[in-house]
């Protein structure tokens, strides 16, 4: 159960500090209007920390299932949705993080766990 918890953690963890060092390096807002490149950057960018947060969170807790990959995504989705209702200005990132980036650690896990079964 440990185990568990530890690689939930460390799963968003990941979700975060790379999402923290993207704005903190680019000097984007999050919660500014984005040109359409780095909105399409973030999304790339997003989708690919999104989905290492998934494998390694499934491969730390060492599941059989994509139980704890769900449980990832709804904690992504849930501080996302939060965020969405207390903060001020364009949205665009807690969008992001409930639509596409939650899934994308599901299908991390997915991945993740394919590799291990063959």
Request: hydrophobic share 55%.
């Amino acid at each position: 159960m440990i185990r568990k918890i530890l690689s939930i953690i460390s799963g968003y963890a990941i979700f975060v500090l790379t999402s923290i060092a993207l704005f903190r390096i680019s000097g984007q807002n999050p919660h500014a209007d984005p040109t359409i490149w780095f909105a399409v950057f973030t999304l790339i960018y997003g989708v690919f920390s999104s989905f290492i947060a998934g494998f390694l969170t499934r491969l730390i807790a060492k599941t059989t299932d994509l139980k704890i990959n769900y449980v990832l995504a709804l904690i992504i989705a849930g501080f996302a949705t939060f965020s969405l209702f207390k903060t001020e200005g364009n949205h665009w990132t807690q969008l992001l993080a409930i639509f596409i980036l939650a899934p994308a650690s599901i299908f991390g896990g997915l991945v993740s766990l394919k590799r291990i079964k063959k």
